[in-house]
């Protein structure tokens, strides 16, 4: 019989292994960010540090938090917050890559898997659903306000399902508690994720809400606005080509 100390043994190795993996993939994102923006490319160099302090905004407001269930599903001082809001200024794709910046950070925080699947679904495609907050601007003429609930709420219910489907995994393996009945495996990992992620999802629509009544978002996303200021030889053409349109 496979017991639980065998597999934590493997889920160890396999940790580490991915943990190294994760590091160099951040690495990676880092190097080609800079790149980009050094060739011009779709990231300025205000992108960047936008995304870099909202990132570590989220980050640090992600060790706030109260662990209601054991092994993971913690609720935090709305760690989503900051990179939601970048989303919603950034779009999806670039929402997209930040929230899998915020997994692996996550992960490497504090690391622990069961499977490289487990991985996958807890730290890369759950966080990922950031970027689903990328499209709340196109919700027609709705206020700012049922915007970003909205976009918020669409966030956590695609990451409730990720984290679903790794706790059926979790709990199909008797990870977590041994001797529970095979076909109840769905329920257990549904009650698993209901004890934190709703509350968890509430603290950010709270936040959210406040901001947008209190005008802090439209400042937010109006300072992410912000065209960087011409170089003296880009004022000079600009002078230049101005001075040949009245001549």
């Given at each position: 019989?496979?017991?639980?100390?065998?597999?934590?043994?493997?889920?160890?190795?396999?940790?580490?292994?991915?943990?190294?993996?994760?590091?160099?993939?951040?690495?990676?994102?880092?190097?080609?960010?800079?790149?980009?923006?050094?060739?011009?490319?779709?990231?300025?160099?205000?992108?960047?540090?936008?995304?870099?302090?909202?990132?570590?905004?989220?980050?640090?407001?992600?060790?706030?938090?109260?662990?209601?269930?054991?092994?993971?599903?913690?609720?935090?001082?709305?760690?989503?917050?900051?990179?939601?809001?970048?989303?919603?200024?950034?779009?999806?794709?670039?929402?997209?890559?930040?929230?899998?910046?915020?997994?692996?950070?996550?992960?490497?925080?504090?690391?622990?898997?069961?499977?490289?699947?487990?991985?996958?679904?807890?730290?890369?495609?759950?966080?990922?659903?950031?970027?689903?907050?990328?499209?709340?601007?196109?919700?027609?003429?709705?206020?700012?306000?049922?915007?970003?609930?909205?976009?918020?709420?669409?966030?956590?219910?695609?990451?409730?399902?990720?984290?679903?489907?790794?706790?059926?995994?979790?709990?199909?393996?008797?990870?977590?508690?041994?001797n529970l009945p095979a076909t109840n495996m769905?329920?257990?990992?549904?009650?698993?994720?209901?004890?934190?992620?709703?509350?968890?999802?509430?603290?950010?629509?709270?936040?959210?809400?406040?901001?947008?009544?209190?005008?802090?978002?439209?400042?937010?996303?109006?300072?992410?606005?912000?065209?960087?200021?011409?170089?003296?030889?880009?004022?000079?053409?600009?002078?230049?080509?101005?001075?040949?349109?009245?001549?």
């Amino acid at each position: 019989m496979f017991h639980f100390s065998q597999l934590l043994a493997v889920s160890e190795k396999t940790t580490d292994i991915v943990k190294w993996v994760s590091l160099g993939v951040i690495a990676l994102l880092i190097i080609i960010l800079a790149a980009t923006c050094i060739r011009g490319g779709k990231f300025s160099t205000s992108e960047i540090a936008y995304a870099g302090v909202c990132l570590a905004a989220s980050f640090a407001l992600s060790f706030v938090k109260f662990s209601p269930v054991q092994f993971g599903g913690s609720i935090t001082l709305a760690s989503f917050v900051p990179v939601l809001v970048y989303a919603y200024k950034a779009g999806p794709i670039k929402g997209t890559l930040a929230g899998i910046i915020l997994g692996l950070f996550n992960f490497i925080s504090d690391p622990y898997i069961l499977t490289p699947f487990t991985f996958l679904l807890d730290y890369i495609l759950a966080f990922a659903s950031i970027g689903l907050m990328g499209f709340a601007p196109k919700f027609g003429k709705l206020s700012i306000t049922a915007k970003v609930s909205i976009g918020t709420v669409l966030v956590y219910v695609a990451r409730f399902i990720f984290h679903l489907a790794s706790g059926f995994i979790y709990f199909a393996e008797n990870s977590i508690w041994v001797n529970l009945p095979a076909t109840n495996m769905f329920v257990y990992s549904f009650i698993y994720q209901c004890v934190y992620l709703p509350a968890d999802c509430v603290i950010a629509v709270c936040v959210l809400i406040a901001f947008a009544k209190t005008g802090a978002l439209d400042k937010l996303l109006n300072m992410m606005n912000k065209k960087r200021k011409a170089k003296p030889a880009e004022q000079v053409e600009e002078v230049a080509a101005s001075d040949d349109k009245q001549n």
